[in-house]
C-alpha cells in the first residue's frame, strides 16, 4: 500500500503498543497486584474487565486524569472480582507503566526517521508524568509529547487530535499517524480523516470492519520503506 497526499512534516504516534510494550508491561503488573491477593485469576481475563471499566471512565465527564482512571478502574474489576482493593494496588499499576520498555526495534526507527527530515510526535492517552519514564527511554528522537492530561480528553475523541494538531501548528494534511490500537487511534482516523499506518503486532487487534488504515506494518522498523515508497524517505 502507498500512503496518499503530500510528504507529512511531522509523524505522530500512538505510545502504548506501538512504540512501548504496553501488554507485556501490563500483564506483569496484573500478575504482581493479583499473586498477593491469593486465588487463581486469570491475568487476561482480568485484564478484559480492567480494560472495559478504563474505556468508560475515559468517556466520562468531568474529564479525569488517567491516574484516577486507572485506579478506579482497577478498584471496580477487583469488586467484580470478589478482590480486596487497596490504594497500594494503583499505585502499582500507574508506577509500572513510566517503566515499561520499548519494543528493541523502536530507538534505532525513530533515529532513522527523525534522520530523514521528520518532526516526531507522540499523542497519548496518558498523564504527563506517567509518561515521562517512557519518552525518556525512547533517545532524543521525540519533538513533542501530547497527552489526554493536556487536552482534557482520551482518544478516540476527535478533540484530543485537533489539540495535538493546534499545538503542533499543522493541519491534518501534514501528517500521519503511526498506532497499534484500532479502537482508539483508528476509530478517530475514520472519524476525522487522517492518514494512518497500522502497527499490527500479532496481538488480535483487528482494524475496524469499516475503515481500512492507508498501510500497516508488522513492527515499526518497516515504516521507512513505506515512506520511502511514498517518495518522502
Request: proline share 6%; hydrophobic share 45%; glycine share 8%.
Amino acid at each position: 500500500m502507498t500512503l496518499p497526499g503530500t510528504r507529512p512534516t511531522w509523524l505522530t504516534f500512538d505510545c502504548y503498543g506501538t512504540l512501548i510494550q504496553w501488554d507485556e508491561g501490563l500483564l506483569a503488573a496484573m500478575d504482581r497486584i493479583l499473586s498477593a491477593k491469593g486465588g487463581d485469576i486469570d491475568q487476561q481475563t482480568f485484564i478484559a474487565v480492567y480494560d472495559r471499566h478504563e474505556h468508560a471512565l475515559e468517556a466520562e465527564r468531568p474529564h479525569r486524569t488517567f491516574a484516577e482512571v486507572s485506579a478506579l478502574a482497577l478498584e471496580r474489576a477487583m469488586v467484580e472480582f470478589g478482590l480486596p482493593f487497596d490504594a497500594a494496588d494503583a499505585e502499582i499499576l500507574t508506577s509500572s507503566i513510566g517503566r515499561m520498555p520499548p519494543f528493541p526495534e523502536v530507538v534505532a526507527t525513530l533515529k532513522e526517521l527523525k534522520a530523514a527530515g521528520f518532526r516526531l510526535a507522540i499523542i497519548s492517552n496518558t498523564d504527563d508524568a506517567i509518561i515521562a519514564g517512557n519518552v525518556g527511554q525512547l533517545g532524543s528522537s521525540i519533538d513533542r509529547v501530547i497527552t489526554a492530561e493536556q487536552a482534557g480528553a482520551y482518544k478516540p475523541s476527535g478533540q484530543t487530535f485537533r489539540y495535538a494538531w493546534q499545538s503542533l501548528g499543522i493541519g491534518m494534511d501534514d501528517l500521519v499517524h503511526i498506532c497499534a490500537s484500532p479502537h482508539l487511534d483508528l476509530a478517530a482516523a475514520r472519524e476525522l480523516g487522517f492518514r494512518t499506518v497500522w502497527i499490527d503486532r500479532g496481538t488480535g487487534r483487528k482494524p475496524l470492519s469499516d475503515y481500512h488504515p492507508n498501510a500497516i506494518a508488522p513492527t515499526l522498523d518497516k515504516v521507512p520503506a513505506i515512506l520511502a515508497a511514498a517518495g518522502w524517505m
